[in-house]
C-alpha cells in the first residue's frame, strides 16, 4: 500500500451526519480515498483527529471547558440551557456566530 498521511483505520462506534462540500473538495476527497483505499467518512474523521490535535488554543479552550464544567458553583449561563446546541469558542458570539469584522478581515486576508 502507499504511504499516507492517516493511519490505518480503528473501528469505533460511529454516528451519521450530513455536510456539504464543495465540488472540487469531493473530487479530491473520492481520490484520496483511492489512493489509501479507504471510506470518505474515515478520510474526515482523521482530518479531524489531526485538527484537533494540533490546534493547541482549542485544546486549551477544551480545558478551560472542562475545569468550568467540573465547578459546581458556576451559573448555568442562559446559551447553555438545556436544548441548547449552538457552538461557542473563542471565535463565537453569544449567538454561536463569528463577529462580522473578524469573518471580512478573513476574506481580505485571504483574497490578498
Not at 15 to 26: E, H, P, S
Request: no cysteine; aromatic share 8%; charged share 35%.
Amino acid at each position: 500500500m502507499a504511504s499516507s498521511f492517516i493511519p490505518q483505520r480503528i473501528k469505533r462506534a460511529r454516528q451519521q451526519i450530513t455536510v456539504k462540500l464543495y465540488q472540487d473538495q469531493l473530487a479530491r476527497l473520492y481520490k484520496y480515498g483511492r489512493f489509501i483505499d479507504d471510506s470518505r467518512d474515515y478520510i474526515i474523521s482523521q482530518a479531524l483527529e489531526l485538527v484537533f490535535k494540533r490546534n493547541k488554543e482549542f485544546a486549551r479552550w477544551v480545558e478551560q471547558e472542562r475545569k468550568a464544567d467540573s465547578n459546581p458553583e458556576r451559573p448555568i449561563p442562559r446559551t447553555e440551557s438545556a436544548g441548547s446546541a449552538s457552538p461557542s469558542g473563542p471565535q463565537r458570539d453569544e449567538t454561536g456566530k463569528r463577529p462580522r469584522a473578524e469573518v471580512l478581515g478573513e476574506m481580505q486576508t485571504k483574497s490578498a
